[in-house]
Each structure stands twice: as structure tokens, then as C-alpha cells.
């Protein structure tokens, strides 16, 4: 039994005459028929008493119909609510960031990206790289930004921007006295550094740093965000590198210096599922495109 005959057998119920209800149904009468016929051996019961004059219900027809009917109707709800729940995930956008993106991209998006579609429900979760990855993933975000490239057979990442690394000190540090410091000065200098565990990519290229440059520091602290970072060094505990974007957050007591050398950079990407049906994953990606001019390799 099929739900078609139970709409068939409704439709012949009510209209109580084959040639209407084929006619309604957009269906041959003997085709017709015979949908009842299967119908009844299914049921094993007679639903329809059939004449040339006449087709009227059974008993058991009369009670069959009433349960046709709740059953069509439960059908036609479990429907609605599967697109209703459609609907809402295509319209609901879970962005992972670290916090270069609540700075250089979200101001510049997201206000633009919520006018001109109100019905988005847009979440943002502030996670480390690995945290992200995860996520994306499993598809329990819809996109990331991240330091690094995670493009892979299901993953598109898309190059955003690129930030320079800035040195930060206590203002009243001895090497704050100079314009540009020396990189060797910075050898055995007490430095505050990201703790892998949350920032892996910057901690990573400040030690890669300080190896290409023939340098130790002496890590006093790893510091697990980047405001405790910044705060460290205002305490005076000592120097530390971060990314360019914490130039507007440092302390009065606290100065940006340059080196003799040139700091590394970190660049940071856009990762979503390549095969995303999302309407606002294409939306939110559009618009990043136009406003950061990105590269998208369209097969």
C-alpha cells in the first residue's frame, strides 16, 4: 500500500464516481479501478460497493476513509516540517573566526550581508584553528577563518588577506629606546609567547623566527589569548610578537617597535564545504568576494 491509494481511494470516496474522481486525479478510469482493487487485497477488506448506477462506501470504507484521511494529513505535516527544517538550515550561517575576523572581516560584511537578507541566522564562534577544522568538518560549522589552507577534495579555502607581525614591548623596556632594535638584541630578552594550544600557527612562526635569526628568547609566559598577551607585556613581564590587528588594542604603558629585519606575516583563509547547498554559505561567500576581491577557481 502506497500513499497514492490512499489519495485515489479518497478522491473516489468523496466524489462517490469513478469517471470524477479519474478525471481529478488525472488518470485513466480503468486505471483507476484497478488502484482500488489493489487497494481492497491490500486492505482484504471490500471498501466500495461498485454498480453501474452507483458506487457507494462500505462500512469498513466509511472507517477506512476516516483513517486515510488523518493518515494523508500526517504525511503532508511530516513534509512541511522536513522543508521547514530545510528552509531553516539554508538560512543559517555558523561562522568559526579567530580574532583577526572580528576586526578586518565581519565589520566590513556582515552588516551588509544582514540587510540584505533578514531571514539569515547568523552565529559566530570564536575557536582556535584546530577547534574550526573539527567543526567544518563534521558540518557543524558552515565557514571558518583560519591561518591556514585546508583546501582538499571537500574543502574549498580561499585566501583573504595577509598580516604583518608587529613587535610589542613595555615602554619603559631598555630596547624601547631605539627607533629600529636590532634582532640580536632580542636574544635571551624575557618574551611573552601564544601558547600553541590556541594560537599554533603564530607561535609556530615566532619560534621559526627566532631560529632563522639566530636567537633565543626566554619565555617567561604562554599566554592563551591575545588580550592576556597584550596585558603581560603591559605588566611589564616582558616583549612578545602579534599579529598587526592588536595595534589598536595595546596599552598606554606598552610601544610597537620595528626590527632591523623583517617580521614574518600570517595569512589568513576562508574554508567551507565545496558541495554546500547552503543559500547563505553562497551568499556570505559572494559578498566576501566582492568586498576582498578573492580568487574562486570555478570549474
Known amino acids: 500500500m502506497e500513499l497514492r491509494h490512499l489519495r485515489y481511494f479518497i478522491t473516489v470516496a468523496e466524489e462517490l464516481n469513478f469517471s470524477k474522481a479519474a478525471l481529478k486525479l488525472y488518470t485513466a478510469q480503468p486505471s483507476l ?4 482493487k489493489d487497494l481492497e487485497e491490500d486492505v482484504g477488506v471490500q471498501l466500495l460497493y461498485r454498480t453501474k448506477r452507483k458506487v457507494e ?8 476513509l476516516e483513517q486515510a484521511r488523518l493518515t494523508l494529513a500526517q504525511a503532508d505535516k511530516a513534509v512541511a516540517m522536513a522543508r521547514q527544517v530545510s528552509q531553516a538550515k539554508q538560512q543559517m550561517l555558523r561562522i568559526g573566526f579567530v580574532p583577526v ?52 577534495d571537500e574543502i574549498e579555502s580561499l585566501f583573504v588577506l ?18 629600529r632594535i636590532p ?23 615566532i619560534l621559526d623566527f627566532a631560529k632563522t635569526n639566530g636567537i633565543e628568547f626566554n619565555i617567561v ?15 611589564g613581564l616582558g616583549c612578545t610578537i602579534l599579529p598587526g590587528y592588536v595595534a589598536p588594542l595595546t ?8 626590527l632591523d629585519v623583517e617580521l614574518p606575516h600570517l595569512d589568513l583563509y576562508v574554508s567551507y564545504h565545496k ?10 561567500v559572494e559578498l566576501l568576494t566582492r568586498v576582498f576581491y578573492l580568487n574562486i577557481n570555478r570549474d
Do not use: C
Request: charged letters at 20%.
Open 251 to 258: 596599552m598606554d604603558n606598552t610601544v610597537i617597535r620595528a
Open 162 to 179: 595577509r598580516e604583518p607581525l608587529l613587535f610589542l614591548l613595555p615602554e619603559n623596556h631598555p630596547l624601547a629606546k631605539y627607533e
Open 101 to 152: 575576523a572580528e576586526m578586518k572581516i565581519f565589520p566590513y560584511v556582515l552588516p551588509n550581508l544582514r540587510v540584505q537578507n533578514a531571514d539569515f541566522k547568523i552565529e559566530l564562534l570564536s575557536l582556535n584553528n584546530t577547534e574550526q577544522m573539527k567543526l567544518l568538518k563534521k558540518g557543524d560549522l558552515d565557514a571558518t577563518f583560519t591561518r591556514q589552507n585546508l583546501n582538499s
Open 221 to 235: 609566559q604562554k599566554a592563551d589569548n591575545i588580550l592576556f598577551n597584550i596585558n603581560s607585556v603591559g605588566m
Open 275 to 284: 558541495n554546500s547547498s547552503s543559500i547563505a554559505v553562497h551568499k556570505f
Open 33 to 36: 479501478s484497478q488502484q482500488i
Open 183 to 205: 634582532v640580536k638584541a632580542l636574544n635571551n630578552i624575557d618574551f611573552i609567547i601564544p601558547a600553541a594550544e590556541q594560537s599554533l600557527t603564530l607561535h609556530n612562526t
Open 57 to 64: 462506501l462500505t462500512e469498513e470504507g466509511a472507517v477506512f
